[in-house]
């Protein structure tokens, strides 16, 4: 199984940028597609972000495209999400999550989840 361990999240303006890490230790050796969900108070957790193994393929949600990347350092074993002009709206606790391929995680159908890294973007 894979380990993942977010960091990066913080306080921001609005405009403003930030970008998660998502570190994954464990069985890296194995394919694994990584994403991105949140999930803001009083809320479920959504779908931001993914990327397949050989990062040929991604998604994102509508709300986050053209302002988020997401992209993969196989040297480093992490996955890193690039947040830019940044909104109130995207307050929330960010995870990582790994599945068996990219559709798998939009599906919901997740092998493994970080501990989340929170996200608050003042007006």
């Known amino acids: 199984q894979v380990q993942l361990i977010e960091s990066g999240g913080g306080l921001v303006q609005a405009g403003g940028s930030l970008r998660l890490s998502c570190e994954t230790s464990?069985?890296?050796?194995?394919?694994?597609?990584t994403g991105w969900f949140r999930q803001a108070p009083g809320s479920g957790r959504e779908f931001v972000a993914a990327?397949?193994?050989?990062?040929?393929?991604?998604d994102y949600a509508d709300s986050v495209k053209g302002r988020f990347t997401i992209s993969r350092d196989y040297a480093k074993n992490t996955v890193y999400l690039q947040m830019n002009s940044l909104k109130p709206e995207d307050t929330a606790l960010y995870y990582c999550?790994?599945?068996?391929?990219?559709?798998?995680?939009?599906?919901?159908?997740?092998?493994?989840w970080g501990q989340g890294t929170q996200v608050t973007v003042s007006p």
């Open positions: 999550a790994a599945g068996a391929s990219l559709s798998m995680l939009q599906a919901r159908l997740i092998d493994s």
């Open positions: 464990g069985r890296t050796f194995t394919s694994h597609a």
């Open positions: 990327i397949s193994w050989t990062g040929n393929t991604i």
